[in-house]
């Protein structure tokens, strides 16, 4: 059993219950773009920055369209249910026990404007002494650099990190970064 000296959380469905509402600001952004974006392809796109969903989205689709243009828009749609938005509390709770005792960071595939912004409001972000989002890295989940970020930031090795994930790119990123992996969809179920 490895010594745990730092704890890294994704954001949206781990620390955030946003998940539902990104699932709406998509339905309604695809739909006015005549994208199709089933909810299984959603969910198993966690971590992924909307930019990138949205240009594969395209190219799959034969559409053209300024995929950072919608990405703005998808964003923009999202950030208007941010009152919405409640804490995971089994999760929250583990940052809150943890808070001054080992250092810890977020690693999300969201940006940094919006990622700060939840965890603003959910009034949790003095718990975090790092914020790595997807413009910190050039390789997005499920490659590990956003942990590895995260993991240099608050000067830990990523052996001796614990990372919280809710999607199975975002937990393949974890491992890849050699780091000990938890599935907070078990954290939560108990």
Request: glycine fraction near 6%; include cysteine; aromatic fraction near 6%.
């Amino acid at each position: 059993m490895r010594e745990i000296k730092g704890l890294i959380f994704d954001c949206d469905g781990t620390l955030a219950d946003s998940m539902p509402l990104h699932w709406r600001a998509w339905q309604m952004v695809t739909q006015r773009h005549g994208l199709h974006f089933p909810i299984d392809r959603f969910y198993a796109s966690g971590g992924i920055p909307s930019r990138d969903i949205l240009k594969s989205l395209a190219q799959e689709q034969g559409r053209s369209l300024d995929h950072i243009a919608v990405a703005h828009e998808k964003e923009e749609t999202y950030l208007k249910t941010l009152p919405q938005i409640e804490p995971i509390h089994a999760v929250v709770e583990i940052a809150k026990e943890n808070y001054k005792k080992i250092p810890m960071a977020v690693a999300s595939g969201g940006s940094q404007q919006i990622i700060c912004m939840v965890l603003d409001h959910l009034k949790i972000r003095h718990l975090f002494d790092a914020v790595v989002t997807n413009e910190m890295v050039k390789n997005q989940k499920p490659a590990p650099d956003i942990f590895l970020e995260a993991a240099k930031r608050i000067g830990v090795e990523p052996k001796f990190c614990r990372a919280y994930e809710d999607s199975v790119i975002g937990l393949q990123a974890i491992r890849a970064a050699g780091m000990e992996a938890v599935d907070v969809r078990d954290v939560v179920a108990k």
